[in-house]
């Protein structure tokens, strides 16, 4: 992509709405704009970034059995009746009545009609185990949205949701989930912590939330430091799933909710107590949903047994602004290569000089032509603010090229995490560049 021909409006100055380092940099990166309070319209820059998130999140889930679907967000207020949440929810739920005076909702999250869908769907245990999910956009009436897309009021959420004939089933998926959770972080170069949490509106007796630590995060976890030691490898799963999470799962760990320090067995100067952002939460639910709503199916003897859920949540937009929580400097953003928006960023330092221009467009056609995402900054303007630009949006690898640099036969090649540079001839950087580690495919 050629920046003169793009749509990047970086801001200069920070925007004095922005709170936290993720808003501030998204903003003043061309990646967001707020359209109302929080409700964000995903510029090109930042909407790459997204899929790439997404891009994992699926890989992920698709890897551990679960299966993709999509449903809607209007909802009929109908089937949170009979689920008895209509009214529970509250003032969260954005409630809609269309022309026929129907009332309808815009999803908080989707139990209920994966549970409808289900019922009418499978009747016998031999369909069991099932687990599926989409990726579709939210919306929670926030009574405070704040700090960007942190807590937005529309957000985009995968979320999954398992059947099982049993307790020992529901266990598996939700073992199965875990495992999947940490490795989708682990792909995104974000060191997530599962923290035993309470339940909340979602209902039931066993969740976990994935928590990344940053100062700026809304909870207080409480957690044994060994967790954050965890293998960058979870198995897969075909592997031991019950070992791995055992050993994670004896580790204390607890949301500030359900921490007891009297209950902890490690005192308060052996416990990592920190700040953080949940990036995801999973939950086991037994019948809660599949009682009330008659979600039951054959057992091997002919019997009715309603089905044992789960449901597991993965903020999509808000991981995206955690990864730059965790990854920025004063001059802007640092993605992980999995999930940069482009995987290089080639800078023209003298648009308009024919044999820089001549130089330039070489390597942009050869590192195009071997399936790398450039962004080619063509733009006539002085190479402080070029550099400046691309710090701020934080490709993981910068080209330079100038007519000094040519004249010796080199190019500058810069990686962005650790500002090292290298002066290199250009069939050196084309090569470190095409072996290099790659963004996921935006498919
Ligand atoms: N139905 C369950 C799991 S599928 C559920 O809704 N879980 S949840 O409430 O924990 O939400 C899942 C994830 O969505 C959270 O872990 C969080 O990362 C993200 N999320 C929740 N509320 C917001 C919000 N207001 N803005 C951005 N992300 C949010």
């Known amino acids: 992509m050629r920046l003169s021909r793009y749509f990047l409006p970086t801001l200069k100055e920070n925007p004095a709405e922005a709170q936290v380092v993720s808003h501030r940099l998204m903003l003043r990166a061309g990646m967001i704009r707020q359209t109302a309070a ?9 909407y790459r970034v997204l899929r790439r998130v997404e891009a994992i999140v699926r890989a992920e ?4 059995g679960a299966i993709e679907m999509l449903m809607p967000t209007l909802q009929s207020a109908d089937l949170w009746r009979e689920s008895g949440r209509y009214d529970d929810y509250g003032k969260e739920m954005l409630r809609i009545r269309d022309r026929h005076e129907r009332d309808l909702l815009y999803g908080p999250t989707n ?13 016998s245990y031999r369909d069991l185990p099932k687990n599926l999910y989409h990726i579709q956009w939210k919306f929670r009436d926030e009574v405070r949205p704040r700090f960007g897309l942190m807590r937005g009021r529309e957000f985009l959420m995968k979320d999954a949701y398992s059947f099982d004939v049993d307790y020992a089933g529901a266990v598996r998926s939700y073992r199965l989930m875990m495992c999947a959770y940490l490795s989708t972080f682990a792909r995104m170069g974000l060191k997530a912590i599962p923290i035993a949490a309470d339940t909340g509106p979602i209902g039931g007796d066993l969740s976990h939330e994935f928590h990344i630590l940053a100062d700026t995060g809304e909870s207080q976890v409480h957690a044994d430091p060994a967790l954050l030691e965890l293998e960058a490898e979870t198995p897969g799963p075909e592997d031991d799933i019950d070992s791995f999470y055992e050993a994670v799962t004896r580790r204390y760990s ?11 067995p490690l005192t308060a100067d052996q416990l990592v107590s920190r700040r953080g952002i949940e990036v995801g939460q999973i939950f086991y639910f037994g019948t809660k949903y599949s009682k009330p709503l008659n979600a039951v199916v054959t057992g091997p003897g002919g019997d009715s047994i309603p089905v044992e859920m789960g449901s597991y949540g993965i903020g999509v937009s808000r991981v995206a602004a955690a990864i730059i929580e965790a990854s920025h400097d004063d001059a802007g953003v640092i993605w992980p290569d999995s999930v940069a928006p482009f995987g290089v960023g080639l800078i023209n330092l003298k648009a308009g ?16 032509g071997a399936g790398l995402d450039i962004l080619y900054d063509d733009r006539d303007e002085r190479p402080g603010g070029k550099f400046a630009d691309m710090d701020l949006i934080g490709l993981p690898w ?11 036969g080199t190019v500058e090649l810069k990686r962005r995490a650790t500002g090292e540079r290298n002066e290199l001839s250009v069939e050196s950087a084309l090569a470190r560049l095409t072996e290099a580690p790659r963004p996921v495919s935006l498919g």
């Open 61 to 64: 889930q698709d890897r551990y």
């Open 353 to 368: 000089d024919a044999k820089t221009d001549e130089a330039a467009e070489h390597i942009y056609q050869a590192l195009s």
């Open 398 to 408: 910068h080209l330079i090229v100038g007519p000094r640099g040519l004249a010796a």
């Open 111 to 123: 139990e209920e009609m994966i549970t409808d869908i289900f019922r009418n769907s499978i009747k």
């Open 254 to 264: 607890a949301a500030d909710e359900k921490h007891d320090p009297a209950k902890c």
């Open 38 to 46: 929080g409700i964000y319209a995903w510029l090109p820059l930042g």
